[in-house]
C-alpha cells in the first residue's frame, strides 16, 4: 500500500515518521523549509494524490484551502483521512469539497511527538468511517490495534463533545497557566510537578492548534464558560469562607 | 527519643503511622473518633506532653487554640516542630503563644498519604529554626536525609511566597476542575489523565486545608488574582483571533 501525508508541522511530521515504520511513505509540505523524516520521500502534489491513502495533517484553520486545491486530483476510490484535532468542521469541509469517488475517514490520533515519546502503546486515536470507507476503516482498525493503540470509534459529534471537556480543557488549562509564568522550585509537590507537565506538553504544541480547537469545536465555548463560572464559584466561596488568619 | 503527635486527622494519623517506623509514637486527638495507626499508642494531652519532641498536626485554623492548650504543659528544652502548609502564620502565633523555654521548629513535610503511597524518597520537607533549635534541627535533617526525602531549609517567608505559587496554584486548579464535574472518558489523553490525577490528589484533602492555605498565606490573594487575569487574557485572545469555522 502506498501511504502518503500531507503537511509537515509538527503532528504531520511524527506521522509520517511512525507510519514509514510500517509502510513506504511520500510526503508533501506547502512550506519547502520543512523538514522530512528519515525514510519518507518528499513528492509534488501530483504525485502524492497516487498514493492509497492521503493523510491529512495540515492545521485545522487551512483544511478549507487544501481541500480545494487536492480535490481536482482525488482519484476514484482513493482513501482520504483528516487527523485533526476537531472533527466537525473538517469532516463537513471533506463531504463538501471532495468528490464523491473519495472514500472518506475522519481521524484524529490523540497523542504527538511529546505523549508518543515512549511509543503508541495505550494512547487513544479515533476513527469514523465518513463516507464509503467501512472496509478501510476495518483494515486501519486492525492496524493500530496492532500497534497496540487504543482504538475507538466515534462520530464527529461524539469526538467534539467529549474533546471539549478532556482536551479542550487541558489545553485551556496549560497556556492559562504559562502565561502565569509558573516555574518549577526546589518545594515544588507532586501535584505541581504534573502542571508544570502540562504547560510544557500543552505549549509545544503550535499556538494556532491551541486556537483551532477552541474555535473550530462547537462545544469548547460551553467549556471555557463552565471553566470561568467555576474559578468564580472557587473564589467566591473563599471570600465567603472568610480569611482572618 | 519519646516522639508525640498532636492530631490525627488525614495528615497526622499519616505523619504518626511513618515516624513509629523508627520511634517509639504516642499520639493524641480532640476528635475520640479517629482512630490511632498501628504500633502508635493513644495518651491524654498531659502524657503527651512528656515526649522529647511534640509534632503539631492541627488543621491550620486550630493552631491558635491548640497553643493556647498546650502552652501551660510544655516542658523547659521541649521541642515543638508544627507541620503546617503555611508557615508565616503559625511561626508567628508559636512565638507569641508557647513559653520562651519551648525550643521551636517550623516545618512542612510537602507530602501526605496519596502522594507518599510509594515512599517518601524524594519528596521535599521543609525545616526551619524558628527558636533555639538549631541542634534539632541538625539532627532531624540528618535524619530525614537518610530516608531519602529531600530536605530543605527555608524561612516561613521563604516558604510562603513560594508555596502560593506551586502548592497554592496546584490546590486552586484542582478544586476548580473538581467543581466543573471533569470526569474519565475513554478518549483521555494523557494530558488530561494528569488533570484528573491532580483532581483526585487535591480533593482526597480535607477542604478546610483548601480554606486554610488560600487565606492563612499571605501570598496566594496575589496568585489567585494573577490566575483570573492569565484566563482573562487567554480568553480575550481567543476572542480577538475570532472564529470563523
Redesign the interface.
Known amino acids: 500500500m502506498r501511504v502518503a501525508v500531507l503537511g509537515l508541522g509538527r503532528f504531520g511530521s511524527f506521522w509520517a515518521r511512525h507510519l514509514s515504520r510500517d509502510f513506504e511513505v511520500t510526503a508533501w509540505s506547502r512550506s519547502p523549509e520543512r523538514e522530512v523524516p528519515e525514510g519518507v520521500r518528499r513528492v509534488g502534489l501530483e504525485e502524492l494524490l497516487q498514493a492509497d491513502i492521503v493523510w491529512l495533517c495540515p492545521a485545522?484553520?487551512s483544511m478549507d484551502a487544501v481541500l480545494r486545491e487536492i480535490a481536482p486530483l482525488v482519484r476514484p476510490g482513493q482513501v482520504i483521512a483528516d487527523t485533526c484535532s476537531v472533527k466537525l468542521?473538517p469532516s463537513r469541509q471533506m463531504l463538501e469539497l471532495l468528490p464523491p469517488h473519495a472514500k472518506l475517514l475522519a481521524t484524529h490520533p490523540?497523542?504527538g511527538p511529546d505523549?508518543a515519546r515512549n511509543g503508541v502503546q495505550g494512547?487513544?486515536i479515533?476513527l469514523h468511517n465518513l463516507r464509503d470507507a467501512a472496509k478501510e476503516l476495518a483494515w486501519w482498525r486492525e492496524c493500530f490495534a496492532g500497534q497496540q493503540m487504543?482504538v475507538?470509534e466515534?462520530t464527529p459529534d461524539e469526538?467534539d463533545r467529549?474533546?471539549a471537556?478532556?482536551?479542550g480543557?487541558?489545553?485551556?488549562?496549560?497556556?492559562?497557566?504559562s502565561?502565569?509564568g509558573?516555574a518549577d522550585?526546589?518545594?515544588?509537590?507532586?501535584?505541581?510537578k504534573?502542571?508544570l507537565?502540562?504547560i510544557q506538553?500543552?505549549c509545544n504544541d503550535p499556538f494556532q492548534l491551541f486556537?483551532?480547537m477552541?474555535?473550530?469545536n462547537p462545544y469548547t465555548g460551553a467549556m471555557?464558560d463552565?471553566?470561568?463560572a467555576?474559578?468564580e464559584?472557587?473564589?467566591n466561596r473563599?471570600d465567603t469562607?472568610?480569611?482572618?488568619?
Chains 1, 2 share one sequence.
Do not use: E, N, W
Not at 169 to 177: K, N, Q
Open positions: 485545522i484553520s468542521v490523540m497523542f505523549s494512547l487513544p479515533v487504543r475507538l466515534l469526538h467529549a474533546a471537556y478532556t482536551q480543557v487541558t489545553h485551556l488549562i496549560g497556556r492559562v497557566l502565561d502565569m509558573l522550585h526546589p518545594i515544588a509537590t507532586q501535584g505541581y504534573r502542571l507537565d502540562l506538553q500543552t486556537l483551532d477552541q474555535h473550530a471555557r463552565d471553566l470561568k467555576s474559578l464559584r472557587t473564589l473563599l469562607t472568610g480569611g482572618g488568619q
